[in-house]
């Protein structure tokens, strides 16, 4: 095979990793953050429910999970699946990464002290405008390296869709060393991955300075 | 009609009986100072009549207005959210260590709350807190951000965002405590320029010179009662015992 059909087909892929990354991304940070006020809630039932689910989430593997939100539909309900691969990884990823944002964001909502709501409180602040106002801006400084951490495995774990055949990076790469007998497509999704996480920890470290005024 | 008024104020936490039926009443202008011992209840007691914290027994008014009363299963029970709401406009606190918001600058920090809280005009609000912060010798300090600034100052910061709301009584607890010494000065002047102007206020703190000097009504709280409560002649000339005791651990 000439390398730049090769490209041309790993890029395909590229792509397909991409698209991963950003829905994911899109979904599972304001997900998390519900995730992450639903297990702080005073409600000992709802907290308790949440933290099982937050414990699962992340005791389990992510392969195993992407198939089983692609299959339960068809073993549960006997429902045709087609049509859902694409659905069910973005879900699947989605509320993986939901798990682990929730745990980050818990870990910085207790880290902004009492006396800022309190603050906020006696200034006649409601609690969700204490919230969105005066905490949330100190989390999201206090959690940004934590998440780009998980941004980082993200990208990797993104190649993690080959489990549902799903033409990602990683699973083109695959293919065509298999059929081509060749090492070169692992080296350049090896390469697509590093630069693209290297991206990651660019636009990361770029806010990270911009919160840094304070 | 008195500013504030706290009637037979009941609190524990668990077992530990922290105000044992407290009675505070504060007219207009007055300033009062609370003193006592460490773990006597004094913040306990500011917290109460801040809305942070709520009282077993006992009943709270703002401006003859009733924030708690007593139910009939002689109990507290508190007005609803919309009139609690209504009274904490009748109120400011300054804390020990400032909780100034630390990711806004002073000027943020003093306009946040009446402009999207009050929904009060901005440029009248930036206005005011320009001359809140002149007041305070910190009007070269507006962009600043809290951790620029010394205790003192941040706690000056502080005053002018209470102040900036408006309100009728200002709560101080130990507003010094968390200061080096030479830092304490310019926030007592602070405070003495409000007495000056007749702010309605209530001080708990454990700096007796200054409670002395400014104060109108000194209260002594021990073991979660008055034991003392009078002109600052009459308490700290007093021969209450725990009131001489307690003074004279502090001479030592
Ligand atoms: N949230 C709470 N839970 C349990 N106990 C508390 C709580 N808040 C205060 N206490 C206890 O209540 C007692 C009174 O505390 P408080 O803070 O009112 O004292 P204080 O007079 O302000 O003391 P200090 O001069 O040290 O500030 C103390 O024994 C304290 O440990
Ligand atoms: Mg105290």
């Known amino acids: ?23 994911t991304l899109i979904f599972s940070l304001p997900l998390g953050l519900l995730v992450a006020l639903g297990r702080m809630s005073k409600n000992k039932i709802l907290s308790g ?32 699946i087609s049509g859902w691969r694409f659905p069910a990884i973005i879900v699947g990823f989605s509320i993986n990464y939901a798990a682990y944002f929730a745990e980050i964001y818990r870990s910085g909502i207790e880290a902004v002290p009492k006396g800022q709501w309190e603050a906020a409180q006696i200034l006649g602040y409601s609690k969700s405008q204490t919230f969105m106002r005066i905490i949330l801006p100190q989390v999201i400084k206090i959690i940004l390296p934590a998440i ?34 060749t090492f070169t497509p692992f080296v350049v999704s090896a390469v697509f991955y590093y630069v693209f996480n290297l991206l990651v920890a660019f636009v990361m470290r770029h806010f990270e300075k911009k919160l840094s005024y304070y | ?12 936490f668990d077992d530990l009986e922290v105000l044992k039926g407290i009675s505070v009443s504060v007219a207009e202008g007055e300033v009062v100072s609370i003193i006592g ?19 077993d027994k006992g009943e709270l008014y703002y401006m003859g207005e009733a924030a708690a009363t007593m139910g009939p299963d002689n109990r507290t029970v508190y007005e609803k959210p919309v009139k609690i709401k209504e009274l904490k406009k009748d109120f400011g606190l300054v804390f020990q260590n400032f909780n100034l918001f ?17 929904k009060r005009d901005k440029k009248e609000v930036i206005a005011e807190a320009r001359e809140l912060l002149k007041k305070m010798g910190l009007e070269d300090k507006e962009d600043y951000y809290p951790s620029q600034l010394s205790g003192g100052q941040q706690q000056r910061v502080a005053i002018a965002r209470a102040l900036a709301l408006n309100p009728k009584v200002l709560y101080f607890d130990e507003p010094t405590s968390a200061l080096d010494p030479e830092l304490t000065g310019e926030v007592l002047k ?34 979660g009662v008055i034991a003392c409560e009078g002109t600052p002649e009459e308490v700290f000339n007093s021969d209450n015992t725990r009131m001489q005791e307690f003074l004279g651990k502090l001479q030592r």
Request: aromatic residues 10%; without cysteine; proline residues 3%.
């Open chain 1, 1 to 23: 095979m000439a390398f730049d059909v090769m490209l041309r087909q790993l890029a395909e892929g590229m792509l397909g990793s991409v698209l991963i990354f950003a829905l």
């Open chain 2, 1 to 12: 009609m008195y500013y504030v008024e706290l009637k037979n104020v009941e609190k524990s």
């Open chain 2, 37 to 55: 011992p460490s773990g006597s209840g004094k913040s306990t007691l500011l917290r109460i009549a801040t809305l942070l914290e709520t009282m």
């Open chain 2, 102 to 118: 630390p990711h806004k600058s002073v000027l943020n920090n003093i306009i946040e709350a009446p402009v999207h809280v009050q």
């Open chain 1, 148 to 181: 780009t951490n998980e941004i980082i495995t993200l990208v990797k774990d993104t190649s993690l869709a080959f489990s549902l055949s799903y033409m990602e990076m990683f699973t083109i790469a695959k293919q065509i060393a298999a059929s081509n007998t």
């Open chain 2, 190 to 223: 602070v405070i003495k320029a409000l007495a000056e102007q007749k702010m309605t206020m209530v001080i708990v703190t454990h700096e007796m010179e200054f409670a002395r000097n400014i104060s109108d009504r000194v209260i002594f709280m021990d073991k």
């Open chain 1, 49 to 80: 429910f949440i933290g099982l689910l937050i414990s699962v989430l992340r005791g389990t593997p992510l392969m195993l999970q992407l198939l089983v939100v692609y299959f339960f539909p068809y073993y549960l309900f006997g429902w045709s």
